[in-house]
């Protein structure tokens, strides 16, 4: 549509793979924080949700303070998953990854892309900070449906309006709020929004 101003987009019914409207699907373009749908998806694959997670220097310093998180503090993985798609934290991506190592799990972001078929998505790093992470409508599609599919706790989590984690040290539950403006909304399955300079606006809903 004439109205939509998007420089690619796709609309369409992923339970029934129809497809409303299209345009430049193979266009290639840095992804920002929706690389964190593949993030959770390697997270929830590869890392015992309940294990302990602390909170390292380099997690704490990354660009963004989404989560409040402090030096030394502890969660589970599972919480940080949550406060990951919500508040679209990077200090908690980056920790998710610390957990395993880096290179290793960024490495395993990369294989599942291949694994998915999506041949023009590269990703370096787990949060969506580097332009170098980048994909296209048509292999972010591909990601989209293997998540609704496979992994449908990762939309329950990106739809919540808000969730809480708890800080294992002392036991101590905070709140963090969805910077998805749809989530709350009753008609909202979930989702991931993204914006960095180079990037603009990104979304995937």
Do not use: C, H
Not at 5 to 28: D, H, M, P, V, W
Not at 52 to 80: C, H, P, Q, W, Y
């Amino acid at each position: 549509p004439e109205s939509l101003s998007g420089k690619a987009q796709l609309a369409k019914y992923l339970n029934y793979n129809i497809t409303i409207f299209e345009k430049n699907l193979e266009k290639r373009w840095p992804i920002a924080s929706v690389t964190k749908l593949m993030t959770a998806v390697v997270a929830f694959q590869k890392l015992d949700l309940e294990q302990t997670i602390k909170m390292s220097e380099k997690a704490v310093e990354t660009e963004g303070a989404a989560g409040n998180f402090k030096i030394g503090e502890t969660f589970s993985a599972r919480d940080l998953i949550k406060a990951m798609l919500v508040s679209s934290s990077n200090d908690a991506a980056v920790a998710l990854a610390e957990a395993m190592g880096e290179n290793d799990f960024v490495n395993l972001m990369q294989s599942k892309a291949s694994e998915l078929q999506m041949i023009n998505t590269t990703y370096v790093e787990p949060t969506g900070l580097s332009f170098m992470n980048q994909s296209t409508d048509a292999d972010l599609n591909k990601l989209a449906i293997f998540i609704y599919q496979n992994y449908p706790q990762i939309l329950e989590i990106s739809r919540q309006k808000e969730i809480s984690i708890v800080e294992l040290n002392s036991e101590k539950s905070r709140k963090v709020i969805n910077v998805d403006l749809f989530a709350g909304e009753p008609d909202f399955l979930g989702g991931k929004t993204g914006y960095t300079t180079e990037a603009g606006r990104n979304l995937v809903a």
